[in-house]
């Protein structure tokens, strides 16, 4: 089974679902992770498009991480965080830390990550840079989740975006609760190195490490272009990377 953890469906393609369903099917993907970014995305529209999957998507929640954030009241985000759970049945937090406007190793954060924990659902970070000019490129930096593990050990911590090269592998292998998750990032470095990703696999331990392309309607290339670089690793090692790993943290 192919879980990738790290999908869109955006608001304006809501009446798509179909089409999104059908590029799974032809881009060998059984379930789909679709993640929001409060407050762009409600989790109550994540919900919705769960129940017209059948079966194919996993919804993830998305909270502000900040109850309060420059004078304008907010709900709860654990609060909000548990109904999403509870109630909505989502199975995971998405937070991002250059559009939600927070650094990875705020203490601020230990309320809602550690939240996350008791609810038995992971935490699915950006890290590294992005295009838009929301946010501090250094708020991202994946370092800083060194510092998130240790105040939030309970919890598991999904590094996204996880630079091959650089420390993530080291935070992986560090700590118990960190895992990392290939978008973008291996299909660019990976490409250019062969042999890295299954050095990475090693160092990092293939129980560590999810599928994820960042995968929204039309950016097929995306899968595809990390399915090639994937291609090196033992057989045993991909079906844990490609849907084993997933389907444990998420209890599926």
């Known amino acids: 089974m192919r879980i990738d953890v790290h999908t869109h469906i955006w608001n304006d393609q809501f009446d798509r679902l179909d089409q999104f369903i059908g590029s799974l099917d032809e881009l060998a993907i059984d379930r789909a992770c ?4 409060a407050p762009y995305m409600r989790n109550e529209d994540m919900a919705d498009l769960v129940e017209r999957s059948n079966g194919r998507i996993v ?3 998305s909270v502000l991480p900040f109850a309060e954030t ?9 609060e909000d965080l548990r109904h999403a759970i509870e109630d909505l049945g989502l199975k995971g937090l ?16 230990v309320p809602v990550v550690s939240a996350a924990g008791e609810l038995g659902v992971p935490v699915l970070f950006h890290t590294g840079p992005a295009n838009g000019r929301a946010g501090r490129m250094e708020n991202a930096r994946i370092e800083l989740l060194d510092d998130l593990a240790i105040m939030c050990p309970n919890t598991i911590m999904i590094a996204g975006h996880a630079s091959p090269l650089g420390p993530a592998s080291y935070l992986a292998r560090k700590h118990p609760n960190v895992y990392l998750e290939t978008s973008i990032t291996w299909a660019r470095w990976c490409k250019l190195m ?6 990475v ?11 994820g392309t960042d995968f929204s309607i039309g950016r097929d290339e995306r899968v595809t272009g990390l399915n090639a670089v994937l291609e090196e690793l033992d057989p045993a090692d991909l079906e844990k990377i490609s849907g084993q790993n997933a389907a444990r943290i998420l209890n599926l």
Do not use: C
């Open 59 to 61: 919804g993830w929640a």
């Open 194 to 199: 062969p042999g890295l990703a299954s050095m």
């Open 70 to 78: 420059t004078g304008i009241p907010r709900v709860d985000p654990v």
């Open 34 to 37: 679709v993640l929001p970014i």
């Open 94 to 109: 998405k937070l991002h830390p250059l559009i939600q406007g927070f650094a990875l190793n705020d203490p601020g954060l």
């Open 201 to 211: 696999t090693e160092h990092a331990g293939a129980d560590k490490i999810l599928y």
